[in-house]
C-alpha cells in the first residue's frame, strides 16, 4: 500500500474527466496501460512515488487526490519527492540499508545522511528529523512537553534514551540493544521483536533481567528501568534532571550523565554537570552485582 490513500475508482473519474486514456496516463506516469487499469480496478496499488506523477499527469493537488492519516514520516517524505528507497540511496551513494531502517524505525539515520536526504525531500533538516522521529513512533517535543514529567513507561524510557542519548553518534539498534540484554542475562531473555514491542508500547510489562539488561545496553543505572509504582524519589530525581538538562542542552547532557561523554563541552560545564550528576547518582541505591 502506498503511503497516501489510494482510490482507483476516483483516478478513473478524475482521468475520464480530463479526456485522457489509460495508456497516456501510463506515458506519464512511466508505467504500462495494464498497470494503470490494474490500479483503477481495484487489482493493484502503485507505488507511493508514482502518486506525485499521477496528481500531476491529472492536473490534481497531491493531497487532495490522495490525501494522508497524521503528519508526516519518513516513507512519506521521500514518496512525495518522487524517489524510490534505490533512488535515494543512490543519492546518498550507499545501499538500500539505511534508507529502509530509517524509515521502518530500526535504525536512525547517520548525521551525514540528514542533509542530503533533505535536500532530496524538498525539506528542511529539522523537518526531515520530525518525521523521522514520527517513523519512529514518536512525536516532536514542544515547550510544553520540556515542562512535562519524565518519561515513565519502559518503552518511553527506551525511546527517550535512544532520542537524546545519542548526540554525534549512532544509537543502538533494536538488534544490538536484545544482544546486548541477552549477553547481559546469559540467556535468550529478549529477541529483536521483543524490544521493538517495548519500545512501541505494545509490551510494557519486563522481568528484572530484563530491565537490568536495557540498563547496560542504554548505559544507564539500572533504577532508570523501574517501575513508576517502585522508583525511589532519588532515582525519579533523576530521570527528571536527565529529561531537564537534556531539554535545555538538546540531548547532550543526557549522554554526559549517561556515559561520561564530555565532547563539545566546557571545563567549566563540565565541572557543573559533574557535581550535579554526582549529587544526584550518590542518593540512588546501590545494585547488587547480576541484578
Known amino acids: 500500500m502506498p503511503p497516501r490513500q489510494f482510490d482507483g475508482t476516483r483516478v478513473r473519474a478524475v482521468r475520464r474527466g480530463k479526456d485522457l486514456g489509460q495508456k497516456e496516463l501510463a506515458a506519464e506516469v512511466g508505467v504500462s496501460g495494464p498497470t494503470v487499469a490494474r490500479w483503477e480496478s481495484g487489482q493493484d496499488f502503485p507505488k507511493g512515488e508514482k502518486l506525485p506523477a499521477i496528481a500531476a499527469a491529472l492536473s490534481q493537488p497531491l493531497d487532495a487526490l490522495f490525501p494522508h492519516d497524521g503528519p508526516p514520516d519518513l516513507q512519506l517524505l521521500r514518496c512525495d519527492a518522487g524517489l524510490s528507497v534505490a533512488q535515494a540511496a543512490a543519492i546518498l551513494g550507499t545501499s538500500r540499508v539505511p534508507?529502509?531502517?530509517?524509515?521502518?524505525?530500526?535504525?536512525?539515520?547517520?548525521?551525514?545522511?540528514?542533509?542530503?536526504?533533505?535536500?532530496?525531500?524538498?525539506v528542511t533538516e529539522a523537518e526531515l528529523l520530525v518525521a523521522q522521529d514520527y517513523s519512529f513512533g514518536l512525536r516532536p517535543r514542544t515547550s510544553r512537553d520540556d515542562q512535562a514529567s519524565a518519561p515513565r513507561t519502559i518503552g518511553e524510557k527506551i525511546n527517550y534514551l535512544l532520542q537524546h542519548g545519542y548526540v554525534g553518534q549512532e544509537a543502538p539498534s533494536d538488534e544490538e540493544?536484545?544482544?546486548?540484554?541477552?549477553?547481559?542475562?546469559?540467556?535468550?531473555?529478549?529477541?529483536?521483536?521483543?524490544?521493538?514491542?517495548?519500545?512501541?508500547?505494545?509490551?510494557?510489562?519486563?522481568?528484572?533481567?530484563?530491565?537490568?539488561?536495557?540498563?547496560?545496553?542504554?548505559?544507564?543505572?539500572?533504577?532508570?528501568?523501574?517501575?513508576?509504582?517502585?522508583v525511589n524519589p532519588a532515582a525519579r530525581e533523576l530521570l527528571e534532571?536527565?529529561?531537564?538538562?537534556?531539554?535545555?542542552?538538546?540531548?547532550?547532557?543526557?549522554?554526559?550523565?549517561?556515559?561520561?561523554?564530555?565532547?563539545?563541552?566546557?571545563?567549566?560545564?563540565?565541572?557543573?554537570?559533574?557535581?550535579?550528576?554526582?549529587?544526584?547518582?550518590?542518593?540512588?541505591?546501590?545494585?547488587?552485582?547480576?541484578?
Open 99 to 122: 534508507v529502509s531502517n530509517a524509515e521502518s524505525g530500526r535504525r536512525r539515520l547517520s548525521d551525514a545522511y540528514v542533509q542530503p536526504l533533505a535536500e532530496a525531500y524538498g
Open 177 to 230: 540493544i536484545a544482544r546486548v540484554v541477552n549477553r547481559h542475562a546469559g540467556v535468550t531473555a529478549v529477541t529483536t521483536d521483543d524490544i521493538v514491542a517495548l519500545r512501541t508500547g505494545v509490551t510494557t510489562e519486563a522481568s528484572d533481567v530484563v530491565r537490568a539488561g536495557l540498563a547496560e545496553a542504554l548505559q544507564v543505572d539500572a533504577a532508570l528501568f523501574q517501575d513508576d509504582a517502585e
Open 241 to 291: 534532571a536527565i529529561r531537564f538538562l537534556g531539554s535545555i542542552h538538546r540531548g547532550q547532557i543526557l549522554g554526559l550523565a549517561a556515559r561520561g561523554n564530555s565532547a563539545g563541552l566546557s571545563a567549566e560545564m563540565m565541572a557543573t554537570i559533574n557535581h550535579l550528576v554526582g549529587e544526584l547518582k550518590h542518593k540512588l541505591p546501590e545494585v547488587p552485582d547480576g541484578e
